[in-house]
T-cell receptor, first 114, second 117 residues
Framework: AQSVTQLDSQVPVFEEAPVELRCNYS??????LFWYVQYPNQGLQLLLK??????LVKGINGFEAEFNKSQTSFHLRKPSVHISDTAEYFC????????????FGAGTQVVVTP | KAGVTQTPRYLIKTRGQQVTLSCSPI?????VSWYQQTPGQGLQFLFE???????NKGNFPGRFSGRQFSNSRSEMNVSTLELGDSALYLC????????????????FGAGSRLTVL
């Protein structure tokens, strides 16, 4: 069985400050990892994905994440946030033996203040 | 190109009624997945369809069902609605389904927000 844990339910951050959202996963088989963002009253939008290859993944809007197999982590970072980054962020995993069944973390609400 | 379209966006039903939600995937996408999102349970997988076949199913009661048509459009149905079915129902599509030897990214629709009174 696989599971995804997002270690922070809410992260307050000041505008132009860096932010890190933590995600840990557990799986007995290989996984693909994703970060999605959800703005109010909208669906989920893909920020970035790790399928294979380089462990440092760059995504949209200045976000990046690093896959760490030994620590089973996939933390999301942004060096300088904007007010518009206020949203909920979801880490998700998909095992290589699964069909369409993404396992999502509980989400991290990022609140950016001036 | 057009994204994933879900209809209706909002609906209100009463306990015991049934509801049908529709999802039109991105043109060319053959896989459609459905998720339920609630504040208490987060995002939970309902089912996935590919070429009109259900390939995977989550842990939901039989009141939740779905189907996919030959044009890849999908519907999900919830019968005998309960208060706990109030949620945002999200549909996502991908080119050829996820898993296997490679992963395909899910593109989500805006969701259908169901309120059960």
């Amino acid at each position: 069985a696989q599971s995804v844990t997002q270690l922070d339910s809410q992260v307050p951050v000041f505008e132009e400050a860096p932010v890190e959202l933590r995600c840990n996963y557990s799986s007995s088989v290989s996984v693909y990892l994703f970060w999605y963002v959800q703005y109010p009253n909208q669906g989920l939008q893909l920020l970035l994905k790790y399928l294979s290859g380089s462990t440092l993944v760059k995504g949209i809007n200045g976000f990046e994440a690093e896959f760490n197999k030994s620590q089973t982590s996939f933390h999301l970072r942004k060096p300088s946030v904007h007010i518009s980054d206020t949203a909920e962020y979801f880490c998700a995993a998909l095992t290589t033996d699964s069909w369409g069944k993404f396992q999502f973390g509980a989400g991290t609400q990022v609140v950016v203040t001036p | 190109k057009a994204g994933v379209t879900q209809t209706p966006r909002y609906l209100i039903k009463t306990r015991g009624q049934q509801v049908t939600l529709s999802c039109s995937p991105i043109s060319g996408h053959r896989s459609v997945s459905w998720y339920q999102q609630t504040p208490g349970q987060g995002l939970q997988f309902l089912f996935e369809y590919f070429s009109e076949t259900q390939r995977n199913k989550g842990n939901f009661p039989g009141r939740f069902s779905g189907r996919q048509f030959s044009n890849s459009r999908s519907e999900m149905n919830v019968s005998t609605l309960e208060l706990g079915d109030s949620a945002l129902y999200l549909c996502a599509s991908s080119l050829k389904g996820t898993g296997g030897s490679g992963a395909n990214v899910l593109t989500f629709g805006a969701g259908s927000r169901l309120t059960v009174l």
